[in-house]
């Protein structure tokens, strides 16, 4: 780790952690060329950073490429990731949509803003992805989300699923991995600010006031101040993922 100096300890439990994981859940084989979904918010910001690190530890070669797609709300958002992609020499496609617009419109009357949205980026992200060869993309998904999906699906449709740390799609043409399942959000705000990356606000006009948000406060709700409860939650839920993880392959 001296190649990059004194880490914090919020970096290494982000280095580390998503290490551990990625070598756990078998994420990445030797020439992965790996599309990073980058939104923009912190969790994106920090898969980012710690992918670019984590590529010079691998001990084999893979490729990294950002795909952003910006949901159209403010055109010129994306702007620091641009910068940072120069900066760091790290190749990237930045797309300004008309999603999130459209996700809150009359187009869309059945379904949340939200999930309309993220149906519309997905399907463009598995665009891109076959447009450039990828055979790996990475969402920024962390613990927290593990376990708001995992309560989401079970209040709202009587199902038990989580985050699949790692799948395949399209008869194994594209892997979708998620190595920041590992990690607490506040682990990840803090090594966001650690790195200094420019992390902007989401202009979207549902930010905060989603399902995935309202089940995340239920869970800290129904935690309090135990952070033991929380942690062994999440525990529970990332040991239960791997396992499912596990035999799919």
């Not at 439990?13 to 923009?40: D, E, F, H, N, Y």
């Not at 101040?225 to 062994?232: F, I, L, P, S, W």
Request: a positive charge; proline letters at 4%.
């Amino acid at each position: 780790m001296a190649q990059w100096g004194k880490l914090t300890y919020a970096q290494k439990q982000c280095l580390g952690g998503t290490g551990k994981l990625m070598q756990q859940a078998g994420m990445l084989s030797p020439s992965a060329r790996v599309g990073i979904a980058v939104s923009g918010g912190v969790d994106s910001w920090v898969l980012l950073k710690i992918l670019t690190m984590r590529q010079r530890i691998i001990p084999f070669p893979v490729e990294l490429m950002a795909l952003h797609l910006n949901p159209g709300f403010d055109a010129t958002s994306h702007a620091p990731l641009a910068a940072w992609l120069r900066e760091n020499g790290v190749s990237g496609h930045l797309e300004v949509t008309d999603y999130g617009p459209r996700a809150h419109s009359e187009e869309n009357l059945k379904r949340s803003a939200c999930f309309y949205c993220a149906m519309l980026r997905r399907k463009r992200l598995f665009e891109l992805c076959k447009q450039y060869g990828l055979t790996h993309l990475a969402f920024g998904h962390t613990a927290d989300d593990l376990a708001a999906t995992f309560f989401m699906n079970i209040f709202k449709t009587g199902n038990v699923y989580g985050l699949s740390m790692a799948e395949d799609f399209f008869g194994g043409q594209l892997k979708v991995i998620r190595p920041l399942l590992y990690l607490e959000k506040k682990t990840i705000i803090k090594a966001a600010k650690d790195f200094g990356l420019p992390v902007w606000q989401n202009p979207c006009p549902s930010a905060g006031a989603t399902e995935r948000s309202r089940t995340q406060e239920w869970i800290e709700k129904t935690c309090g101040k135990d952070r033991t409860m929380k942690g062994n939650v999440l525990k529970a839920l990332q040991r239960w993922q791997l396992d499912l993880t596990l035999k799919m392959q």
